[in-house]
């Protein structure tokens, strides 16, 4: 059997996709046992089980193992049909309909990964082994079989090949409005870099040429001045820096999506509150009084406006029986130089089905996870602790101007 990284395949996927699709291997499994018990011959028995894994192992296995893993399987399929064909002990009620299942599932998939064209004797190979599973049946009902199953199997061909392609064409269709959604991210995110950067650097130049001109004119600054603009001058230069280092690390991971956005800053908060107060639940927006006295660095109050507007926009489309939305954002108490940002709404739990928490944790929240990340950060969401929905981040902070975390 070919390795492939199943832990880490199963822990990429969300908790109800895998959940089912342990669930459905378990079931197979069982069928798989089920009738390598019935051909009532240890070695075949085991041959069956053997072969059984292969096929599900072709059908979990990540994309780039396909083509090994699919082999493998028909290929055991095949043998193990032709050698049975040739033994005395044969299956008395099923000759393998599970395998046969799944061997039409490895063309469904081997015809929706591409490259297609090096997958075609893939599906082949895997269409014939499925009708060669009839031989395993006594000698006695091979006629039977060849005149009802081998038509089914016909049937079936077009069938998976056709839903093959259908799903080929959604995840070409995804791949498209993917790759058009992280170009359209790229221009904004470089607009934002010339934003961010733009502001810091024309601040420099005036405090530069401030200093430069009140020399000129005969009235240098005293020292406590000079250093305080020096201060100055060295605080928008790192925030720059910052600034260019979180949006150029973006812009270069072009696998990652993230919302697309213009700089706001915090009080811009109290309009997101007042857009969803005004059509839905009624909004509690906490702002610590900190924050705008010494505000948070451009880069960092544009990722918070961000996670609340996701947020609010995920509550008013997956949440409609939320009647009260709680938005917190402040400085840590406990730990200082810490802002946390928590949305949480009171949708009750039976409103919340598996389709809307999915459409809660999607492509939007996905891209400001790893904005957060960028900026050393973390973001989780999940059902809130008393119920709801709960969208929480913690930042570290890097201020404007003078303002240190207290």
Same mark, same amino acid.
């Given at each position: ?52 894994? %292969?096929?599900? #192992? !072709?059908? &979990? @296995?990540? $994309?780039?193992? +396909?083509? *090994? ?52 004797? %893939?599906?082949? #190979? !895997?269409? &014939? @082994?499925? $009708?060669?599973? +009839?031989? *395993? ?270």
């Amino acid at each position: 059997m070919t390795a492939f990284p199943a832990r880490a395949v199963l822990a990429s996927w969300a908790p109800a996709r895998r959940g089912l699709v342990i669930g459905v291997a378990t079931l197979a499994l069982a069928a798989i046992t089920a009738e390598a018990l019935d051909t009532g011959f240890v070695p075949t028995t085991v041959a069956t089980i053997v072969v059984g894994l %292969l096929c599900l #192992a !072709a059908l &979990l @296995a990540p $994309p780039e193992h +396909l083509a *090994r893993t699919g082999w493998s399987a028909v290929t055991a399929s095949a043998v193990l049909s032709l050698v049975t064909a040739q033994l005395p002990y044969r299956p008395e009620h099923s000759p393998g309909m599970a395998e046969i299942g799944m061997l039409l599932l490895i063309v469904t998939r081997a015809v929706r990964h591409k490259p297609l064209g090096r997958m075609i004797p %893939l599906v082949a #190979a !895997a269409w &014939l @082994a499925a $009708p060669l599973v +009839l031989l *395993r049946l006594p000698g006695t009902e091979h006629v039977r079989a060849a005149k009802y199953g081998v038509p089914f199997l016909l049937l079936a061909a077009p069938v998976v090949i056709v839903l093959g392609l259908y799903l080929r064409l959604l995840d070409a269709t995804r791949e498209r409005e993917k790759n058009a959604r992280l170009n359209a991210q790229r221009l904004e995110y470089a607009r934002e870099l010339h934003d961010f950067v733009g502001h810091h650097v024309t601040a420099i130049t005036a405090q530069v040429k401030a200093v430069r001109f009140t020399t000129a004119a005969g009235h240098p600054p005293t020292p406590q001045a000079l250093d305080e603009a020096l201060a100055n001058i060295e605080d928008a230069a790192l925030q720059a820096t910052d600034s260019m280092r979180a949006m150029v690390g973006l812009l270069r991971q072009p696998d990652r999506s993230a919302p697309l956005h213009a700089p706001q800053g915090l009080r811009s908060l109290h309009d997101l509150a007042d857009s969803l107060r005004a059509s839905g639940p009624d909004v509690c927006l906490t702002l610590d009084p900190r924050l705008l006295a010494a505000p948070p660095a451009d880069h960092i109050a544009s990722a918070v406006h961000g996670i609340v507007r996701e947020a609010l926009t995920n509550i008013r489309k997956h949440a409609a029986h939320a009647d009260r939305v709680a938005v917190d954002v402040r400085e840590s108490a406990t730990e200082p130089g810490l802002l946390t940002v928590c949305v949480t709404d009171n949708a009750p739990a039976a409103a919340a089905d598996t389709s809307s928490q999915q459409g809660r944790t999607g492509f939007g929240l996905v891209g400001l996870r790893e904005r957060v990340h960028a900026l050393g950060g973390d973001l989780t969401a999940a059902p809130g602790p008393v119920g709801g929905w709960q969208v929480a981040a913690r930042i570290p902070l890097t201020r404007t101007g003078h303002g240190h975390p207290s």
